[in-house]
């Protein structure tokens, strides 16, 4: 099982990119999530999507801006960004759930992990 990641880029402050992970159905059981890792700090959550019924979680830093959906036909999780700022300035990931715990923000509860796409936002 392999997740493939796209749509990263460059924005002005206040623009949106739409960024989208491909993976499978074995990969969707559970969960799939997005992180961030700017430079020089540790990877952090941003938001999954629980695999058996879709309910939505997001880090504070991002709630009303971003968007997270699936397409279960495709297998592609999506996340909506809205309203960038330079602090959204980051590499993101994407990322299949090993299990469905309380612990989703952690990444110890991912165990597939996309190559990054590099998202910019200049002031």
């Known amino acids: 099982v392999q997740l493939q990641a796209s749509g990263g880029g460059s924005v002005q402050d206040g623009g949106s990119l739409r960024l989208s992970c491909a993976g499978s159905?074995?990969?969707?059981?559970?969960?799939m999530g997005w992180f961030h890792q700017a430079p020089g700090k540790e990877r952090e959550f941003v938001a999954v999507?629980?695999?058996?019924?879709?309910?939505?979680y997001y880090a504070d830093s991002v709630k009303g801006r971003f968007t997270i959906s699936r397409d279960a036909a495709t297998y592609t999780v999506n996340l909506q960004m809205n309203s960038l700022t330079p602090e959204d300035t980051a590499v993101y990931y994407c990322?299949?759930?090993?299990?469905?715990?309380?612990?989703?923000?952690?990444?110890?509860?991912?165990?597939?992990w996309g190559v990054g796409t590099q998202v910019t936002v200049s002031g």
């Open positions: 990322a299949a759930a090993r299990r469905w715990s309380e612990s989703y923000k952690s990444t110890h509860d991912y165990h597939l």
């Open positions: 159905g074995r990969a969707f059981s559970y969960g």
């Open positions: 999507i629980r695999g058996s019924v879709g309910t939505t």
